[in-house]
T-cell receptor, first 115, second 112 residues
Framework: DVKVTQSSRYLVKRTGEKVFLECVQD?????MFWYRQDPGLGLRLIYF???????EKGDIPEGYSVSREKKERFSLILESASTNQTSMYLC??????????????FGNGTRLTVT | RKEVEQDPGPFNVPEGATVAFNCTYS??????FFWYRQDCRKEPKLLMS???SGNEDGRFTAQLNRASQYISLLIRDSKLSDSATYLC?????????????FGRGTSLIVHP
């Protein structure tokens, strides 16, 4: 079974802090994604990565950056946390088989509160 | 206009009822469609993929209508444990790759 692990379940940070959210998957998946989920807005894509060292902006990248130095790890960075970044952050991964994308496999989420 | 739209509900049904959700998508080039289930304060989990010919998994049936650009999920003989939010996911073409785009979810409450 695919395992996607997010480093923290709950996190409380202060405005202006630099925040790192870590995600590791153990199935050698090529693609990795970061979403945030807010009530009434659903899941919105922040950044994704096709493969190691690659990154692409999603729908709401402002205020975030990412790093994918190793295939199994995809980090989300909040350069200077703000209260409007309080949210549930979900990491996901998937593979490609014969050019067809598999379903996403999610980590169990990080609930970040910025005060 | 959001690319993937769902009725947020809630759908409030008694045990044993049959309930159906629809999801519409705007990009005709979309491929690969899925239904996920999400319990309160948990991550989404894959319920089923949706195939062109339609597919069934126990009490759950998924259909795809490419001409009208919608997918559906039918749940028969609802159980209390089916209470959750159901997310429609469409792989949408973005910059040469198919990227999962989520609907906002449909809430289902099954009561005794």
């Amino acid at each position: 079974d695919v395992k996607v692990t997010q480093s923290s379940r709950y996190l409380v940070k202060r405005t202006g802090e630099k925040v790192f959210l870590e995600c590791v998957q153990d199935m050698d998946h090529e693609n990795m994604f970061w979403y945030r989920q807010d009530p009434g807005l659903g899941l919105r894509l922040i950044y994704f990565s096709y493969d190691v060292k690659m990154k692409e902006k999603g729908d709401i990248p402002e205020g975030y950056s990412v790093s994918r130095e190793k295939k199994e790890r995809f980090s989300l960075i909040l350069e200077s946390a703000s209260t409007n970044q309080t949210s549930m952050y979900l990491c996901a991964s998937r593979t490609l088989t014969a050019g067809v994308e598999s379903p996403l496999h999610f980590g169990n989420g990080t609930r970040l509160t910025v005060t | 206009r959001k690319e993937v739209e769902q009725d947020p509900g809630p759908f409030n049904v008694p045990e044993g009822a049959t309930v159906a959700f629809n999801c519409t998508y705007s990009n005709s080039a979309s491929q690969s469609f899925f239904w996920y289930r999400q319990d309160c304060r948990k991550e989404p989990k894959l319920l089923m993929s949706v195939y062109s010919s339609g597919n069934e998994d126990g009490r759950f049936t998924a259909q795809l209508n490419r001409a009208s650009q919608y997918i559906s999920l039918l749940i028969r003989d609802s159980k209390l444990s089916d209470s959750a939010t159901y997310l429609c996911v469409v792989n949408t073409l973005m910059g040469g790759s198919y990227i999962p785009t989520f609907g906002r979810g449909t809430s289902l409450i099954v009561h005794p």
